[in-house]
């Protein structure tokens, strides 16, 4: 599985757009991009997944530049409860693929 | 609905002492997975299972670790014997083959092995 690069840490002020980045530069074509993210003392939880195009849900939204090379997860208005550890992971969707978690992004939502 | 549940949620044990985890995936997923976090290692994957057949136990760390999955709605992971270095949390993980790693998480249970 391809390897992604995250900034260790970001804040965001509440209710503003929280806008997460993530590398991945040696993706190769039938490779998704999933994101999820680890609240305090939580199991990760699923946001979002998509191949090439971009996606938005009622998490937030994904936008995946076109030569595949990074991403960014946007979280369109930040709440405290947003504060986690958000992972930018590159997988392929059958069984034979699995999840391998980096460190990800620790984001600090504030006041 | 009901999500993935995981019991105990703390379990404190002494070396030597044999630990067994349980989870019971979400109804209908038919594939499993068993992660371990520790504060050194981040989260890792042991093992997964499909339709109740293990895929990948190349994360297993060693023979004193073990997991089984019986049927569709259970599964254990056993540590015999248990050492300090095993101290961490563990989750389990659900999701069906048409969302692969669509994956739903337990709360996990945070072993302590003294």
């Known amino acids: 599985d391809a390897k992604t690069t995250q900034p260790t840490s970001m804040d965001c002020a509440e209710g503003r757009a929280a806008n997460l980045p993530c590398n991945h530069s040696?993706?190769?074509?039938?490779?998704?991009v999933y994101w999820y993210r680890q609240i305090h003392s939580q199991g990760p939880q699923y946001i979002i997944h998509g191949l090439k195009n971009n996606e938005t849900n009622e998490m937030a939204s994904l936008i995946i530049t076109e030569d595949r090379k990074s991403s960014t997860l946007i979280l369109p208005h930040a709440t405290l409860r947003d504060t986690a550890v958000y992972y930018c992971i590159v997988s392929g969707t059958g069984t034979a693929s699995k999840l391998t978690f980096g460190t990800g992004t620790r984001l600090q939502v504030t006041l | 609905d009901a999500g993935v549940i995981q019991s105990p949620r703390h379990e404190v044990t002494e070396m030597g002492q044999e630990v067994t985890l349980r989870c019971k995936p979400i109804s209908g997923h038919n594939s499993l997975f068993w992660y371990r976090q520790t504060m050194m290692r981040g989260l890792e994957l042991l093992i997964y299972f499909n339709n109740n057949v293990p895929i990948d136990d190349s994360g297993m760390p060693e023979d004193r670790f073990s997991a089984k999955m019986p049927n569709a709605s259970f599964s254990t992971l056993k540590i015999q014997p248990s050492e300090p270095r095993d101290s961490a949390v563990y989750f389990c993980?659900?999701?069906?083959?048409?969302?692969?790693?669509?994956?739903?998480f337990g709360p996990g249970t945070r072993l302590t092995v003294l």
């Open positions: 993980a659900s999701t069906r083959d048409t969302n692969y790693n669509e994956q739903f």
């Open positions: 040696t993706i190769s074509g039938n490779e998704y």
